[in-house]
C-alpha cells in the first residue's frame, strides 16, 4: 500500500444517500428522456400533450436534481474525505482506476446537465451531444457497476457492501 492517508473507512449516510439517488434519477432519465421528442412538436405548429410537456419538465428537473447531488456528493467526499480502499486492493492501479472513473462519473453528468440546458433553451444543435453523453455515461457507470460486482462477488473484498445502505452483504 501506498503511504495515503484515508481519513475515514467507510461511506456515511449522507453519501450512500447521494450515491443511490443520482442513480435512480439517472435511470429516471432514460424513459423521461426518450418522450422528450413529442414535446417539441409545438415548435413545429403541432399539437403537444399536456403529458409530454410534464415528462419534459420532469425530466429538466431530475438533471437539476442530479447536479445538486453531484455537487453535494463532491462537497461531502472533500469535507469528509476518500474512503480507504479495502485490504484486498493492493494494486496502485486500481485505486488509480476507480479514482479516475469517480471523477469521469461526476464531469459526465455535470456535462450531461449543462449540453442539457443548452439544447433545452439555447440550441438544439446540443442534443447529439447530449445523447452522446447520455450512452457514454451508460457505458462508464456499467463498468463501474461491474467493477463493484467483481470486487464483492469475485475478489470478496466487501467494496459493494460498503456502499450499500445495510453496509452489509454476503458473498
Same mark, same amino acid.
Given at each position: 500500500m501506498s503511504s495515503i492517508r484515508y481519513p475515514v473507512s467507510t461511506y456515511s449516510p449522507a453519501r450512500k444517500a447521494t450515491?443511490? %439517488?443520482?442513480? @435512480?434519477?439517472? @435511470? %429516471?432519465?432514460?424513459? !423521461? =428522456?426518450?418522450a422528450i421528442a413529442n414535446s +417539441?412538436? =409545438? +415548435?413545429?405548429s403541432l399539437t403537444q400533450s399536456t403529458w409530454s410537456v410534464f415528462v419534459h419538465r420532469s425530466h429538466a428537473l431530475a438533471g437539476a436534481a442530479v447536479v445538486i447531488l453531484v455537487v453535494a456528493g463532491i462537497t461531502l467526499r472533500l469535507l469528509q474525505g476518500a474512503v480507504a480502499p479495502t485490504k484486498q486492493v493492493t494494486r496502485s492501479w486500481m485505486r488509480y482506476a476507480a479514482t479516475a472513473t469517480h471523477l469521469l462519473i461526476c464531469v459526465l453528468l455535470l456535462s450531461l446537465s449543462g !449540453? =442539457?440546458?443548452?439544447a433545452m433553451y439555447l440550441s438544439r444543435t446540443a442534443a447529439p451531444i447530449h445523447d452522446l453523453l447520455a450512452y457514454s455515461g451508460v457505458a462508464l457507470i456499467g463498468m463501474h457497476a461491474a467493477a463493484a460486482l467483481w470486487h464483492q462477488f469475485i475478489n470478496g473484498d466487501g467494496t459493494l457492501a460498503r456502499m450499500l445502505p445495510s453496509g452489509s452483504l454476503r458473498t
Amino acid at each position: 500500500m501506498s503511504s495515503i492517508r484515508y481519513p475515514v473507512s467507510t461511506y456515511s449516510p449522507a453519501r450512500k444517500a447521494t450515491h443511490w %439517488a443520482v442513480l @435512480i434519477l439517472c @435511470i %429516471a432519465q432514460f424513459p !423521461t =428522456g426518450w418522450a422528450i421528442a413529442n414535446s +417539441h412538436l =409545438g +415548435h413545429v405548429s403541432l399539437t403537444q400533450s399536456t403529458w409530454s410537456v410534464f415528462v419534459h419538465r420532469s425530466h429538466a428537473l431530475a438533471g437539476a436534481a442530479v447536479v445538486i447531488l453531484v455537487v453535494a456528493g463532491i462537497t461531502l467526499r472533500l469535507l469528509q474525505g476518500a474512503v480507504a480502499p479495502t485490504k484486498q486492493v493492493t494494486r496502485s492501479w486500481m485505486r488509480y482506476a476507480a479514482t479516475a472513473t469517480h471523477l469521469l462519473i461526476c464531469v459526465l453528468l455535470l456535462s450531461l446537465s449543462g !449540453t =442539457g440546458l443548452v439544447a433545452m433553451y439555447l440550441s438544439r444543435t446540443a442534443a447529439p451531444i447530449h445523447d452522446l453523453l447520455a450512452y457514454s455515461g451508460v457505458a462508464l457507470i456499467g463498468m463501474h457497476a461491474a467493477a463493484a460486482l467483481w470486487h464483492q462477488f469475485i475478489n470478496g473484498d466487501g467494496t459493494l457492501a460498503r456502499m450499500l445502505p445495510s453496509g452489509s452483504l454476503r458473498t
